[in-house]
């Protein structure tokens, strides 16, 4: 299993930015998705971004055209970039990782405040 750390979050103001990074154990070689989802109180995990094999990026409808996912495929990192941050972007932020094995890795999470 590719152990994840996750880096950033915190308190940001509504209209703000934030930038989440995630270094990941094992060689980028393995794995083949890497992403974010997050989960807000009473709701379910949703996707935020992913990367498949440094080509493709998907994005979740409720964060599209203000986001952007960063792969770095040498370092075994990637990065989430979020513009106009909403109280509703208010979650706990997961960075996610599937490997050629089939295996799914996740990080501890790192808390996001949308607030005034």
């Known amino acids: 299993q590719v152990q994840l750390v996750e880096s950033g979050g915190g308190l940001v103001q509504p209209g703000g930015s934030l930038r989440l990074s995630c270094a990941a154990s094992?060689?980028?070689?393995?794995?083949?998705?890497m992403g974010w989802y997050r989960q807000a109180p009473g709701k379910q995990r949703e996707l935020v971004a992913s990367n498949t094999r440094g080509r493709v990026t998907n994005y979740g409808d409720s964060v599209k055209g203000r986001t952007t996912l960063s792969r770095d495929i040498d370092e075994n990192t990637v990065s989430l970039q979020m513009n106009s941050l909403k109280p509703e972007d208010t979650a706990v932020y997961y960075c996610?990782?599937?490997?050629?094995?089939?295996?799914?890795?996740w990080g501890k999470g790192t808390l996001v405040t949308v607030s005034s």
């Open positions: 996610y990782a599937n490997d050629m094995f089939g295996v799914n890795s």
């Open positions: 094992a060689s980028i070689s393995i794995i083949n998705i």
